[in-house]
């Protein structure tokens, strides 16, 4: 299947970067789905279940083989609830004062369609952030920076400084996991900058 084309399912930039750094070819088309968590849901379930709704819901616009299709969600996760976008400030507002002097996870879900079928992996950053005051976090929300991220952050951005310790993949808390996508890729003879040529 080498030549296969790629499609992600994303709209994110942070996204669209990381996949560049592989050098991979690809085109975009973002999935619109009911982004909803069921009730009962754990984060876990939820993330990958997202992930595998928006390859499906892409994949129906594009022929398998002909074509493969990369999706990823990002959830943070604190006291087993998974944190989304801010709504708005307030809301913004309580998601960083519950992150604040704490640890908390950022799951990410990646899901590859392709003839073989669906294969997927998840994979668990731990971030603790430093105590923020009520200032830092108004002079944060003050900027565009916080809007379209789970979790109200980015960690590429002015909220690395918030970042005390991180155990895990930083490429994951971004939003995109480097190591494991580039892996579902390979294995799926999709070309990247580290594997143009697969061995058979």
């Known amino acids: 299947m080498p030549d296969t084309r790629l499609i992600l399912a994303?709209?994110?930039?942070?996204?669209?970067e990381l996949l560049d750094q592989l050098e991979v070819s690809y085109t975009c088309c973002p999935a619109h789905i009911d982004e909803s968590q069921r009730v009962g849901e754990v984060p876990s379930d939820y993330v990958q279940r997202m992930a595998r709704e928006k390859a499906r819901a892409?994949?129906?616009?594009?022929?398998?083989p002909a074509y493969a299709v990369l999706?990823?969600?990002?959830?943070?996760?604190?006291?087993g609830m998974?944190?989304?976008?801010?709504?708005?400030?307030?809301?913004?507002l309580a998601i960083l004062a519950r992150l604040s002097g704490r640890r908390h996870s950022v799951l990410t879900a990646v899901c590859l369609c392709t003839a073989a079928g669906m294969q997927s992996a998840l994979v668990e950053t731990e971030v603790e952030f430093i105590t923020l005051n009520?200032?830092?976090?108004?002079?944060?929300?003050?900027?565009?920076?916080?809007?379209?991220k789970a979790g109200a952050y980015a960690i590429q951005g002015l909220a690395g400084a918030f970042v005390h310790s991180i155990k895990g993949s930083y490429t994951n808390v971004v939003g995109l996991p480097l190591c494991e996508t580039w892996q579902l890729?390979?294995?799926?003879?999709?070309?990247?900058?580290?594997?143009?040529?697969?061995?058979?």
Request: hydrophobic share 45%; net charge negative; with cysteine.
């Open 10 to 16: 994303s709209a994110s930039p942070r996204r669209r």
């Open 58 to 64: 892409v994949a129906t616009h594009y022929p398998i």
């Open 82 to 92: 998974a944190l989304g976008k801010p709504q708005d400030r307030v809301d913004a």
């Open 134 to 148: 009520d200032e830092i976090c108004a002079a944060y929300l003050d900027t565009a920076e916080p809007w379209d």
């Open 185 to 200: 890729l390979s294995a799926n003879n999709i070309a990247t900058a580290l594997n143009k040529v697969v061995p058979s």
């Open 71 to 79: 999706a990823a969600d990002t959830v943070v996760v604190i006291d």
